[in-house]
């Protein structure tokens, strides 16, 4: 199967130039920026003028929902909306049900991503207060490397010992994702706020109980045991202007030891929009303030943050119901993380090169993702083609099980075209080949 997209704009690795890609089976063949495309016979040919190449988005944070809690969603559905918001890849998350924290869990979410993914997929193993001997048992081709909860959780995924971390930060060599906040904290403030408002305070609340105090105690804990232990940190979903305060500075393009995520909902919303949005914004980090926002935004600008993802986390609609308490945390946002970021960078927040450092480039550098993350001939064909087209989001073009999004009714001006994943034509202006499964990532760690 040979694919001929010509006459594109396409950004990658700091680029931009115009010419033709040619895919060849599930590998991208050529790059080529002369004039005219390139002669030969192709059993599909693209006109992608007026369009842009982008390497497949690569989200390194969602939660799928399976197994467990795939009432909310799972892994086809969720896969499914992300092929047609130009995600090619996606790592998930181990708070399922059970959790990603023993052999046969991570072994079963395999099985099934291989039966049921529609783009491609690994997963994070969950770090517990005992379980460090099978995480560094763990094949390092295999995983992206190892979620730490240090912050409020479910079940047994709160590490909170201090001998347990110290053991994590000091013998753990693959990337930590640490999710920080400081659950003495939270709970405080929470039975504080429960006195004075009641069992369930409003969600406008949500953000000074989660509160940015809670944050950096936390992500400032994970930086000193890291240092200490000389470990990998990447700082989940930073939500304060404070936090970004702990990153290594980025020197010669290379990625430092300690390194941060920015996700869609603090790039896009403050704690105003709670007023008209409410609990559709809640999520854990909160959404803080506009001068937290525009920290975070400056950040992905300058290169301090290194990857932008979703932490993409459905639930019903019914769960969304009520205040800082009984509401759910999460929202679904893979389908929509490249529109947004396309906005951004025509409100000047960042360049297009920048984005696809952030959204592509970096995720394959940071996790050491073989043959995925850029347009380079050999590597696989995972592409996404954009069109500045007007479009507003409709609970019809919502493709989560969960049915909602905070967007809905918002109107973007850049529009997904095509999506290919492995070189297959899964996503076609509209039309969506089902048929498609995504391939298990591997890595160099």
Same mark, same amino acid.
């Given at each position: %199967?040979?694919?001929?997209?010509?006459?594109? *704009?396409?950004?990658?690795?700091?680029?931009?130039?115009?010419?033709?890609?040619?895919?060849?089976?599930?590998?991208?063949? #050529?790059?080529?920026?002369?004039?005219?495309?390139?002669?030969?016979?192709?059993? !599909?040919?693209?006109?992608?003028?007026?369009?842009?190449?982008?390497?497949?988005?690569?989200?390194? &944070?969602?939660?799928?929902?399976?197994?467990?809690?795939?009432?909310?969603?799972?892994?086809?559905?969720? #896969?499914?909306?992300?092929?047609?918001?130009?995600?090619?890849?996606?790592?998930?998350?181990?708070?399922?049900?059970?959790?990603?924290?023993?052999?046969?869990?991570? !072994?079963?979410?395999?099985?099934?991503?291989?039966?049921?993914?529609?783009?491609?997929?690994?997963?994070?193993? +969950?770090?517990?207060?005992?379980? @460090?001997?099978?995480?560094?048992?763990?094949?390092?081709? $295999?995983?992206?490397?190892?979620?730490?909860?240090?912050?409020?959780? *479910? /079940?047994?995924?709160?590490?909170?010992?201090?001998?347990? $971390?110290?053991?994590?930060?000091?013998?753990?060599?693959?990337?930590?994702?640490?999710?920080?906040?400081? *659950?003495?904290?939270?709970? &405080?403030?929470?039975?504080?706020?429960?006195?004075?408002?009641?069992?369930?305070?409003?969600?406008? @609340?949500?953000?000074?109980?989660?509160?940015?105090?809670?944050?950096?105690?936390?992500?400032?804990?994970?930086?000193?045991?890291?240092?200490?232990?000389?470990?990998?940190? &990447?700082?989940?979903?930073?939500?304060?202007?404070?936090?970004?305060?702990?990153?290594?500075?980025?020197?010669?393009?290379?990625?430092?030891?300690?390194? /941060?995520?920015?996700?869609?909902?603090?790039?896009?919303?403050?704690?105003?929009?709670?007023?008209?949005?409410?609990?559709?914004?809640?999520?854990?980090?909160?959404?803080?303030?506009?001068?937290?926002?525009?920290?975070?935004?400056?950040?992905?600008?300058?290169?301090?943050?290194?990857?932008?993802? *979703?932490?993409?986390?459905?639930?019903?609609?019914? !769960?969304?119901?009520?205040?800082?308490?009984?509401?759910?945390?999460?929202?679904? %946002? =893979?389908?929509? #993380?490249?529109?947004? %970021?396309?906005?951004?960078?025509?409100?000047?927040?960042?360049?297009?090169?920048?984005?696809?450092? @952030?959204?592509?480039?970096?995720?394959?550098?940071?996790?050491?993702?073989?043959?995925?993350?850029?347009?380079?001939? /050999?590597?696989?064909?995972?592409?996404?083609?954009?069109?500045?087209?007007?479009?507003?989001?409709?609970?019809?073009?919502?493709?989560?099980?969960? +049915?909602?999004?905070?967007?809905? /009714? &918002?109107?973007?001006?850049?529009? =997904?075209?095509?999506?290919?994943?492995?070189?297959?034509?899964?996503?076609?202006?509209?039309?969506?080949?089902?048929?498609?499964?995504?391939?298990?990532?591997?890595?160099?760690?």
């Amino acid at each position: %199967m040979k694919t001929l997209i010509k006459h594109a *704009t396409i950004v990658d690795d700091g680029r931009t130039l115009t010419g033709h890609v040619l895919l060849d089976g599930d590998r991208i063949a #050529s790059i080529d920026e002369h004039i005219q495309p390139p002669c030969g016979d192709y059993d !599909e040919c693209i006109d992608a003028t007026g369009c842009v190449v982008l390497p497949g988005v690569i989200d390194t &944070h969602v939660h799928f929902r399976e197994p467990g809690l795939t009432a909310k969603a799972d892994i086809e559905s969720e #896969s499914r909306a992300a092929a047609y918001g130009g995600v090619t890849t996606y790592f998930d998350m181990p708070n399922t049900v059970p959790q990603t924290v023993t052999e046969e869990a991570l !072994e079963d979410k395999w099985r099934r991503a291989a039966e049921k993914s529609h783009v491609n997929y690994s997963f994070f193993p +969950g770090a517990t207060n005992d379980n @460090l001997d099978w995480l560094l048992r763990l094949d390092p081709h $295999l995983i992206p490397g190892v979620k730490l909860f240090m912050g409020s959780s *479910t /079940g047994n995924m709160l590490v909170d010992r201090k001998e347990a $971390l110290q053991a994590i930060f000091g013998r753990v060599r693959l990337p930590i994702v640490a999710h920080c906040e400081d *659950t003495a904290m939270i709970n &405080h403030a929470m039975a504080e706020a429960c006195v004075r408002y009641g069992d369930d305070p409003p969600v406008t @609340l949500h953000p000074a109980i989660r509160s940015a105090e809670a944050c950096y105690a936390s992500s400032s804990l994970a930086v000193s045991l890291a240092r200490e232990g000389g470990a990998r940190l &990447h700082l989940a979903h930073l939500s304060t202007a404070r936090e970004l305060t702990l990153l290594d500075p980025v020197a010669d393009g290379s990625l430092p030891a300690i390194t /941060g995520e920015a996700v869609i909902a603090h790039l896009m919303f403050t704690d105003a929009d709670y007023a008209t949005l409410g609990t559709r914004i809640k999520c854990n980090p909160a959404v803080k303030t506009a001068t937290d926002r525009a920290a975070l935004r400056q950040a992905i600008g300058e290169g301090r943050l290194t990857t932008v993802a *979703t932490d993409h986390a459905p639930h019903q609609w019914s !769960e969304k119901n009520g205040g800082c308490r009984k509401a759910a945390s999460g929202m679904p %946002m =893979v389908q929509f #993380s490249l529109p947004c %970021m396309l906005e951004l960078v025509d409100e000047g927040v960042l360049t297009l090169p920048r984005l696809v450092q @952030l959204m592509c480039n970096n995720p394959a550098r940071l996790f050491d993702i073989e043959g995925r993350g850029f347009l380079r001939p /050999g590597y696989k064909a995972d592409l996404v083609v954009v069109r500045r087209e007007s479009w507003i989001v409709t609970e019809p073009c919502i493709q989560s099980r969960c +049915g909602w999004s905070p967007l809905l /009714g &918002h109107r973007f001006d850049w529009q =997904v075209e095509h999506t290919f994943c492995n070189g297959r034509h899964l996503f076609d202006r509209g039309h969506f080949d089902d048929r498609c499964r995504g391939e298990q990532v591997t890595f160099h760690h």
